[in-house]
């Protein structure tokens, strides 16, 4: 009778714990798909819009260059004609933005600046490419304890076809686009950040503290840190996408990255790997704790049934 009273056993239990292990599994499996592409889908929002707005912003200081360099008064390449137009424009686009405003005749020399310094522009990159009658945009530098590029355009008379006469230039800080990318900082761990064309942070880190403490950088992260990790290979290249990785921190995170083709720099979102899948492992947990209450429920249950069946 103890035998078959076990077996009885056995039978019944099996036959009672198989479907709630397979609910369990399935349940899980479903969750845990949602969940991995609600956390892929929220991430890539964030950087497309991250995106979106760094291009727009790239865009409009573009325009505004090109709209001083097409100015009638700065076209006379006249210091007092200039100043009188340049002075208008540097309130209006925001001397938190705009560090200084330049225009330079062909040699390179300082026409006129807001900053008052009478420079020779001729050996900069950007000049040369603005004198040559291309829009040119600069690598970034440290400018005032931020991030800083320039953006020149060539001064034409007689209209967009006309000779080149001068360069009309900005230098601008960065300070405003990285308090942008601090609102796409999701949760705990999620940061935003730019790099350039050679793959060294031009926007503050989330972590420049704990970086700092680490004596991983000497006083900030922009122009420190070469970032080379996946997605900065990867956005470096060309490229867009998500993915799983190790930062430059050294943690695994879940990041997505878009190249940003003017001025050349990547876009890289991330978040720490144990954050995003947080709510997975919570769930694991919940559904372990759900099978083992089932478990034990079914086992008392069976043993009762198959009891009273033996007893028969």
């Known amino acids: ?30 969750s845990g798909a949602a969940l991995t592409e609600r956390a892929h889908s929220e991430i890539q ?28 008064r700065v076209i006379t390449m ?67 304890n931020a991030v800083a590029f320039v953006i020149a355009s ?4 007689g209209g967009i076809m006309g000779n080149v006469i001068g360069v009309a230039a900005a230098r601008l800080s960065l300070r405003g686009l990285a308090a942008q990318l601090r609102k796409g900082q999701i949760g705990q761990t999620g940061e935003a950040y730019l790099i350039d064309q050679d793959g ?10 704990e970086m700092k403490a680490a004596n991983l950088i000497a006083e900030r992260a922009e122009l420190e840190v070469k970032v080379d990790t996946e997605a900065a290979r990867q956005v470096l290249a060309g490229e867009s996408g998500i993915g799983e990785y190790t930062d430059y921190r050294g943690q695994p995170v879940l990041g997505a ?4 083709d003017t001025p050349r720099w990547g876009l890289i ?18 559904v372990m704790a759900i099978v083992g209450a089932l478990v034990v429920a ?7 049934f198959a009891r009273s069946l033996a007893e028969r």
Do not use: C
């Open 1 to 30: 009778m103890a035998s078959i009273k076990g077996r009885l056993l056995a039978i019944v239990l099996a036959f009672a714990l198989v479907p709630v292990v397979i609910v369990a599994a399935l349940s899980y499996t479903q």
């Open 45 to 72: 929002n964030v950087t497309q819009l991250q995106s979106s707005y760094v291009q727009g912003w790239i865009q409009q200081q573009v325009l505004n260059i090109q709209t001083l360099a097409r100015n009638n």
């Open 78 to 144: 006249e210091t007092d004609q200039i100043a009188s137009v340049v002075g208008d424009y540097h309130t209006m686009w925001g001397e938190d933005v705009y560090e200084a405003i330049f225009i330079a005749d062909p040699e390179g020399k300082t026409v006129f600046a807001t900053s008052g310094k009478q420079d020779n522009l001729v050996e900069q990159d950007y000049f040369k490419q603005a004198l040559g009658g291309a829009v040119a945009i600069s690598k970034p530098v440290l400018s005032r």
């Open 154 to 157: 060539p001064i034409r008379s």
């Open 200 to 209: 060294f942070m031009i926007t503050p880190s989330r972590f420049t503290d």
């Open 257 to 260: 990255y878009d190249w940003i």
């Open 269 to 286: 979102v991330e978040m720490d790997r144990n954050e995003v899948y947080a709510s997975l492992d919570q769930l694991r947990t919940v």
């Open 298 to 304: 079914a086992g008392g249950l069976t043993y009762l």
